[in-house]
Nanobody, 124 residues
Framework: QVQLVESGGGLVQAGGSLRLSCAASGRTFNRYAMGWFRQAPGKNREFVAA????????NYADSVKGRFTISRDNAKNTLYLQMNSLKPEETDVYFCAANYYGSGRANENDYDYWGQGTQVTVSS
């Protein structure tokens, strides 16, 4: 079992940057593909980015390509999401998720464990 805790959210102006982190418990972090999703109140959860268990493959939503970067440090059991050029419409709760030996897909149903989320607010 993996427990996930997100951090790094906050308030930022449009065009600004934030770096989210997701700390994972356990000694098998490197066996999990990891993903970032986001959700606004009353809306469905939306895929943002994912990375394979090895870190060799990444996958991004079209809306964030070129602005967001997903990475992982398996030695620190931590997943990251660097977000640049943020837009007000990206104000959401951001969640990290883990998929055992996954390849980093966009389908939330592939993921086995979820964090509680961290709020990101982008002001205009």
């Amino acid at each position: 079992q993996v427990q996930l805790v997100e951090s790094g959210g906050g308030l930022v102006q449009a065009g600004g940057s934030l770096r989210l982190s997701c700390a994972a418990s356990g000694r098998t972090f490197n066996r999990y593909a990891m993903g970032w999703f986001r959700q606004a109140p009353g809306k469905n959860r939306e895929f943002v980015a994912a990375i394979s268990w090895s870190g060799g493959s990444t996958n991004y939503a079209d809306s964030v390509k070129g602005r967001f970067t997903i990475s992982r440090d398996n030695a620190k059991n931590t997943l990251y999401l660097q977000m640049n050029s943020l837009k007000p419409e990206e104000t959401d709760v951001y969640f990290c998720a883990a998929n055992y030996y996954g390849s980093g897909r966009a389908n939330e149903n592939d993921y086995d464990y979820w964090g509680q989320g961290t709020q990101v607010t982008v002001s205009s």
